[in-house]
């Protein structure tokens, strides 16, 4: 009897399980099924798995500048929402979204996954959750989180959306061109040091408010590898928030703006003139304060004659017809060959992008009069990017090799030329040591530094305009150069380059040699 009475409660026990495996299987499999497709498909649509990008130090530490944060969602899963209507209903009062609005979002039977609040405030999750509304559900979503804000903003750019690309994707700067090693889950380092970018930074914005101007550059490189330590400009944005920011802001004008360089492209004309064998440091020639050429007279910047002078005191006075002196006993072939070999007219071939290339046609139309050769002498008529700029001079700096610049971390230094004679670079740092010096603005004790100023007139329709770009190149120790140095400041209310990015360059100057602990490359003066 008992027998049988334990085989009936198992077989009854067995007939219950099945049937509920039945049930699970093949009833509501399909339910079930559903959920899980619908949990599978949140996950993915949650889920950004983008790479990091690192920023450095002089440690050579990993500092993230683009990583990715958790921020609360609130979704639905459309294909379980039973009754559309009763859900916006019961949605609409906390999410803030009109209740027809909703309805359409939410109407779609076949839908796994619908975003209705990204970046969900905690009380607005508390409520989705209290409502319990069938489809509708809370979780968290990787959003790209800039944690410096402006830092280096537009070398960065910015993961979001537009026309072409309706999923989040990189649009500007490394996010843009690093995009597909980013979407892999894969980091990018780069050769930016967070400190020296950060004070570059500050310098930046303190020089435009001193002097009420528009916009500006920083720029570091190592002068022996074209490796870019600081890459910083003005107006910039935050990308976590970069619909705040007109576009303009977002386009990065160390690569990707152009303008004459003024009076800092003359030791450039001088290494031409060198290094072809037509002038040396000490050729002289007598200043009369101006030159006519096809019915255009130019004068020097300070109105002055300033009478018999060698080619080093035209740097050192940023004498306008010294430099067109200096050009025409270089002669325009030669001149425009090496204008070239310094790498102007062409891309510089940076891991940054849409980078452009300026333009030096001016020297190269057939129709080219003595005056364009002139005024290109000393600056103006030609037009650069910053990143240009910096690579020639650090091409002097390197004994006359141009090297090509980079800022990802795993690049390897690339030559793209000789440009120069290394005695000719000695020679042409001299004679920028020698400007230094007798200025003193930027000069630091018992190192030499090697700079010149720039001061060009903004061009306008017809002619040039009355606003100015001022800049200043150098590089240090001159001796041995560890880095080379471009400030640029736009539209400053100030008439001389001496009073706004020299005395900046020698702060910056004096900063980058304490951090990275430079040493001295001059005797140490002693005290009587």
Do not use: C
């Not at 969602?73 to 009754?83: D, L, R």
């Not at 009380?123 to 069938?134: C, D, R, Y």
């Not at 002097?211 to 600081?230: D, M, P, R, Y």
């Not at 910096?390 to 091409?395: R, T």
């Amino acid at each position: 009897m008992r027998f049988i009475v334990l085989a009936s409660f198992f077989t009854t026990l067995f007939l219950v399980l099945s049937f509920n495996l039945y049930n699970l299987q093949i009833n509501k499999g399909a339910f079930y099924f559903g959920q899980a497709e619908a949990r599978t498909e949140a996950i993915k649509e949650l889920e950004l798995r983008r790479g990091q990008i690192f920023l450095t130090d002089r440690s050579g530490g990993d500092i993230p500048a683009a990583l990715n944060k958790d921020y609360p969602v609130v979704y639905a899963v459309p294909k379980n929402i039973t009754n559309v209507r009763e859900a916006a209903h019961a949605l609409t009062g906390i999410v803030g979204i009109q209740e027809e609005k909703l309805s359409k979002m939410l109407d779609n039977p076949s839908s796994l996954f619908r975003l209705i609040v990204d970046k969900a405030s905690p009380e607005v999750v508390s409520a989705v959750t209290s409502a319990s509304i069938p489809g509708i559900y809370t979780n968290s979503k990787q959003y790209r989180f800039y944690p410096f804000e402006r830092l280096l903003s537009q070398a960065l750019g910015f993961v979001g959306v537009n026309e072409k690309s309706p999923d989040p994707a990189g649009l500007y700067g490394i996010e843009k061109l690093q995009n597909t090693t980013l979407a892999d889950g894969e980091d990018v380092r780069l050769t930016i040091d967070r400190n020296l970018q950060a004070e570059s930074e500050q310098m930046l914005t303190d020089l435009i408010k001193k002097f009420n101007a528009v916009g500006g550059s920083v720029i570091i490189q190592e002068s022996k590898t074209g490796k870019i330590l600081t890459l910083a400009s003005k107006p910039d944005f935050d990308p976590n928030v970069y619909s705040d920011s007109p576009v303009k802001n977002f386009l990065n004008p160390a690569v990707q703006q152009v303008y004459e360089p003024g009076s800092v492209f003359k030791p450039l004309t001088m290494a031409a003139g060198i290094d072809s064998g037509a002038l040396t440091p000490s050729t002289t020639y007598v200043d009369k304060g101006k030159v006519t050429l096809n019915g255009m007279t130019i004068l020097n910047w300070d109105k002055k004659a300033h009478g018999k002078i060698t080619m080093t005191q035209v740097i050192e006075d940023s004498v306008n017809t010294g430099a067109i002196f200096a050009e025409q006993k270089t002669g325009n072939n030669t001149f425009s060959a090496y204008v070239k070999q310094f790498g102007f007219g062409e891309l510089t071939g940076v891991d940054l992008p849409d980078e452009v290339s300026g333009s030096i046609q001016n020297l190269f139309r057939k129709e080219a009069r003595a005056v364009d050769f002139a005024t290109i002498s000393f600056g103006q008529g030609v037009s650069v990017t910053p990143v240009q700029l910096i690579s020639a001079f650090s091409a002097i700096a390197n004994g006359g090799v141009l090297m090509k610049p980079f800022v990802t971390a795993d690049t390897k230094p690339v030559v793209i030329r000789r440009v120069i004679r290394e005695d000719t670079a000695r020679q042409v740092t001299g004679m920028m040591e020698s400007a230094v010096e007798k200025a003193k603005i930027a000069a630091i004790p018992n190192y030499n530094i090697a700079g010149k100023t720039g001061t060009a007139f903004i061009p306008a329709r017809g002619g040039y305009s009355e606003d100015l770009i001022q800049s200043y190149v150098g590089f240090f120790p001159a001796s041995d150069p560890v880095v080379t140095v471009l400030i640029k400041l736009d539209k400053p209310n100030a008439p001389l380059a001496g009073m706004t990015v020299v005395p900046a360059f020698h702060d910056l100057a004096s900063y980058i040699i304490n951090y990275y602990n430079i040493p001295p490359d001059k005797p140490i003066a002693q005290k009587p």
